[in-house]
């Protein structure tokens, strides 16, 4: 019914060994980025008052925060954590911790968690 010659078994052989090939590049290059990516945030120290808290229009909409005297924005890498932040709050995040601490005036304080990095 249907006849195969060995030329054509090669050529089969070969294109999915290329796709297999591609396909496992492409996650494990995914997966590098995804543990340098966690490494830095990992060793990031963050501590100070929240003086602004915004959506980064020129960044994606990345949800970011300014610290007060400090002239870069963070981002903030759990949404819930961001939505909580208010000008005034005190933010704690220590180096060798994927977990912060939000100290507001007059309340507990709230932890939250990267949970991208376990």
């Given at each position: 019914?249907?006849?195969?010659?060995?030329?054509?078994?090669?050529?089969?052989l070969?294109t999915?060994?290329?796709?297999?090939?591609?396909?496992?590049?492409?996650f494990?290059?995914?997966?590098?980025?995804?543990?340098?990516?966690c490494?830095?945030?990992y060793?990031?120290?963050?501590?100070?008052?929240?003086?602004?808290?915004?959506?980064?229009?020129e960044?994606?909409?990345?949800?970011?925060?300014?610290?007060?005297?400090?002239?870069?924005?963070?981002?903030?890498?759990?949404?819930?954590?961001?939505?909580?932040?208010?000008?005034?709050?005190?933010?704690?995040?220590?180096?060798?911790?994927?977990?912060?601490?939000?100290?507001?005036?007059?309340?507990?304080?709230?932890?939250?968690?990267?949970?991208?990095?376990?």
């Amino acid at each position: 019914m249907f006849k195969y010659d060995i030329n054509t078994m090669k050529r089969a052989l070969i294109t999915i060994s290329i796709v297999i090939a591609f396909f496992g590049i492409a996650f494990y290059d995914t997966h590098l980025k995804g543990q340098h990516f966690c490494r830095e945030y990992y060793n990031l120290p963050m501590s100070g008052v929240v003086d602004s808290v915004f959506r980064d229009k020129e960044n994606k909409e990345s949800p970011r925060i300014f610290l007060r005297g400090e002239g870069i924005p963070y981002t903030i890498y759990a949404y819930e954590a961001w939505q909580y932040l208010h000008p005034g709050d005190t933010l704690v995040k220590e180096v060798g911790s994927f977990r912060f601490k939000v100290n507001r005036p007059g309340t507990y304080p709230e932890y939250f968690h990267y949970n991208g990095c376990d």
